[in-house]
Each structure stands twice: as structure tokens, then as C-alpha cells.
Nanobody, 122 residues
Framework: QVQLVESGGGLVQAGGSLRLSCAAS????????MGWFRQAPGKEREFVAA????????YYADSVKGRFTISRDNAKNTVTLQMNSLKPEDTAVYYC???????????????WGQGTQVTVSS
């Protein structure tokens, strides 16, 4: 089991920045690919970004490419999502997830956090 706890959400004005963090409970954190997903009200959960176990490979949804950056620190069992130039359409609950293999689809992820709310005002 891997327990994931997100933090860093909040309310920000359009154009602003937020930094989300996800802390993992397990020492084998470095063996997992990590991802961020989000779910806006009335919409399905969607992929945002993923990072490989080593951090050497990253992938982003087109909607956030160039604005968001995913990174990880395996020594601290944490993964971070730096979000810049935020837009009202980025408003959603953001979820951290862990996968035994590389993936960008929800079904490929084995463990999920509870989520953290991000609200971007116009």
C-alpha cells in the first residue's frame, strides 16, 4: 500500500501560481511513476502530468504544457506540481496518484490521494 497526501491547494487569481505537493508513505516510492490528475465540477477526472520513477521522463496534457511542471524528490518521497499562469479553467480538485508502470490513464494508476482543491478566480 502507498498512502498519498496532497497539499498546497487554495484560491489564486488568474495569472498567479500555486505549488502542489504530494507526500508518499512508502519507502519504495522511487519504484513508482507518479501522476497528477484533476476533476472539475461536472466533468470527468482528467490527466494533467506524469513523471517516471527516476524523474527522467515527464509528460503533460496539452492544456497545461508550458505552464505546469512536475518534479519529484525520491529522497523525501514527494512529488510536486508547480502551476504557473493559472487560468479559471484550471479550477478543479487535483489528485496525486502512483503507478507501478508508466501511464497517463486513470486505470493505470494503483494508488490515489484524497485530492486538494485549486480555485482560480478571474
Amino acid at each position: 500500500q502507498v498512502q498519498l497526501v496532497e497539499s498546497g491547494g487554495g484560491l489564486v487569481q488568474a495569472g498567479g501560481s500555486l505549488r502542489l505537493s504530494c507526500a508518499a508513505s512508502r519507502r519504495t516510492f522511487s519504484r513508482y511513476a507518479m501522476g497528477w490528475f484533476r476533476q472539475a465540477p461536472g466533468k470527468e477526472r482528467e490527466f494533467v502530468a506524469a513523471i517516471s520513477w527516476s524523474g527522467g521522463r515527464t509528460y503533460y496534457a496539452d492544456s497545461v504544457k508550458g505552464r505546469f511542471t512536475i518534479s519529484r524528490d525520491n529522497a523525501k518521497n514527494t512529488v510536486t506540481l508547480q502551476m504557473n499562469s493559472l487560468k479559471p479553467e484550471d479550477t478543479a480538485v487535483y489528485y496525486c496518484a502512483a503507478a507501478r508502470v508508466w501511464g497517463t490513464k486513470q486505470g493505470e494508476y494503483d494508488y490515489w490521494g484524497q485530492g486538494t482543491q485549486v480555485t482560480v478566480s478571474s
